[in-house]
């Protein structure tokens, strides 16, 4: 029996996700920042009675957990890129990385959430010069931390045009300003608590900083559950794909699936019926300059004008 060769129609789906890129060394030494400020800032909170400084302290524990399991995600993106065990790659494992960060970050706010609460009941002395220093020497660890992440995210943006930039640093990125702004509260509530004897804001600062954790994680569940489940791609996508594939003759999009395999990239499965339909490369070469890592396309012959 004659054997045929099928390479030329075949193609690995690694999608690029096995490449090390800049963003992964940048991530670990913030990690390894935020770790000491971490383990400073908790320690100082419980030694000079500050809530705000020990929910700060507490969400830099979040933060150094969200940026570990990013740093997770690049190592094992990599490592699982041509594992012909996954059917479209490893790019959703930045989703679940997402996931799992979110969900861990909920559970370090309702921590943050309850000591504060109980703080606010019954106050306790606040050692408020130490607990300022600890404090600002946080929030410039933030700011370093930013810049080296947000160098990153600028130079993925300028040579990864087909990926349109890295979505699980953004969302380290991300993370990092909002633990600057719990930071910038604390500072705020220790510097008014010494000054103008409101002890109570330290403790209502550690509710407003808990509360600013928890949003991000609900909408961080939100965005990477739906990648998780399948979630159809983004609308302006879908209808840019309707739109090239029936400016074909008279070809009409009968069905459309679109997910994400990955930061931006997307899998298309598509069934498109004409009178006179072309091959399937016609509109795989419409498409090609959209974000489009890997796409099907069934033709169906249109016999009767309801078509």
């Known amino acids: 029996m004659h054997r045929v060769d099928l390479s030329a129609h075949q193609h690995d789906h690694s999608f690029g996700m096995d490449r090390r890129r800049p963003a992964e060394t940048r991530t670990l030494v913030v990690v390894c920042l935020t770790l000491v400020t971490m383990v400073a800032e908790v320690a100082a909170g419980i030694a000079f009675g500050s809530m705000a400084l020990l929910a700060d302290g507490i969400h830099m524990a979040s933060h150094a957990v969200a940026l570990g399991i990013c740093v997770l995600v690049y190592i094992y993106t990599r490592r699982l890129a041509g594992d012909p065990r996954l059917a479209f790659g490893s790019g959703k494992l930045n989703a679940l990385g997402g996931y799992s960060s979110a969900f861990l970050l909920g559970i370090f706010a309702l921590v943050m959430l ?37 160098d990153a995210h ?28 719990t930071s910038v509260l604390a500072v705020a509530a220790l510097l008014v608590g010494k000054y103008f004897g409101a002890v109570w804001l330290d403790p209502a600062m550690g509710i407003v900083g808990a509360g600013v954790v928890l949003w991000w994680a609900w909408g961080l569940i939100r965005r990477s559950g739906g990648v998780l489940l399948d979630q ?13 594939v029936e400016s074909v003759g008279d070809s009409k999009v009968a069905d459309l699936h679109l997910w994400s395999v990955g930061p931006s990239l997307y899998a298309a499965e598509l069934v498109v019926v004409s009178h006179e339909p072309p091959p399937a490369e016609t509109y795989r070469e419409r498409l090609s300059d959209l974000s489009l890592a890997h796409i099907v396309v069934e033709t169906r012959l249109c016999c009767g004008a309801p078509c």
């Open 232 to 244: 159809q791609g983004p609308e302006h996508l879908r209808e840019a794909i309707r739109d090239r």
């Open 154 to 181: 600028d130079h993925e943006e300028g040579h990864e045009h087909d990926h349109h930039g890295d979505h699980n640093l953004s969302s380290a990125l991300y993370h990092v300003l909002t633990d600057a702004l």
């Open 114 to 150: 309850y000591e504060s609460i109980a703080r606010l009941i019954t106050p306790v002395p606040i050692r408020f010069d130490l607990a300022i220093l600890v404090a600002v020497i946080g929030l410039v660890v933030n700011g370093v931390s930013i810049l080296l992440l947000r």
